[in-house]
T-cell receptor, first 113, second 116 residues
Framework: DAMVIQNPRYQVTQFGKPVTLSCSQT?????MYWYQQKSSQAPKLLFH???????NEADTPDNFQSRRPNTSFCFLDIRSPGLGDAAMYLC????????????FGPGTRLLVL | AQKITQTQPGMFVQEKEAVTLDCTYD???????LFWYKQPSSGEMIFLIY??????QNATEGRYSLNFQKARKSANLVISASQLGDSAMYFC?????????????FGKGTKLSVIP
């Protein structure tokens, strides 16, 4: 089945220790998104890629970076995680920007010690 | 600016009964899309149903239907014959077709609990 896959499902890191979260998709969608969702809140968009074009949300901290080496994979890098970065990180994909349903992966729960 | 309002933080429903989750929206755009997602405790956001602003008919997907009232700017989700597995958070979301149209605006969600 075509799907969005995120690894790992759970990630524990130490304060200030860089961490990378992975997302892959078999849907062959052009657009990939990263969302941050804190407890009891709605998801918040961090950035998205339309093919190789990177689009950062204005209020996304510089601590968060992303890479998309090919159509299938996208990575979220947190350079120096703080306690406030503990959250669920959701990857989503869609066929085109603005015109299609976004399909989400299972998420990665990040814990910062 | 777009806004989605879900006024029910939590809802209870008896198994096999129908339940309506409320969603109102605010936008100045004529072309927009409305979505409902289900998020179980495992965390995955599961797409349930979509309604386009120009769609004449209310969207339906199995036990899910969307009661779309454009003049009232409401897009309520109706779940028929509730099952225990329906217990989850439900998010209403909207995207418009204007600038920055890639972004989904989410409501705060409604936590549905299905009682045996």
């Amino acid at each position: 089945d075509a799907m969005v896959i995120q690894n790992p499902r759970y990630q524990v890191t130490q304060f200030g220790k860089p961490v990378t979260l992975s997302c892959s998709q078999t849907l062959n969608h052009n657009v990939m998104y990263w969302y941050q969702q804190k407890s009891s809140q709605a998801p918040k968009l961090l950035f998205h890629y339309y093919d190789k074009d990177f689009n950062n949300e204005a209020d996304t901290p510089d601590n968060f970076q992303s890479r998309r080496p090919n159509t299938s994979f996208c990575f979220l890098d947190i350079r120096s995680p703080g306690l406030g970065d503990a959250a669920m990180y959701l990857c989503a994909t869609s066929r085109v920007v603005g015109g299609e349903t976004q399909y989400f992966g299972p998420g990665t729960r990040l814990l910062v010690l | 600016a777009q806004k989605i309002t879900q006024t029910q933080p939590g809802m209870f429903v008896q198994e096999k009964e129908a339940v309506t989750l409320d969603c109102t929206y605010d936008t100045s755009d004529q072309s927009y899309g409305l979505f409902w997602y289900k998020q179980p405790s495992s965390g995955e956001m599961i797409f349930l149903i979509y309604q386009g602003s120009y769609d004449e008919q209310n969207a339906t997907e199995g036990r899910y239907s969307l009661n779309f009232q454009k003049a009232r700017k409401s897009a309520n989700l109706v779940i028929s014959a509730s099952q225990l597995g329906d217990s989850a958070m439900y998010f209403c979301a909207m995207r418009d077709s204007g600038a920055g149209s890639y972004q989904l605006t989410f409501g705060k969600g409604t936590k549905l609990s299905v009682i045996p």
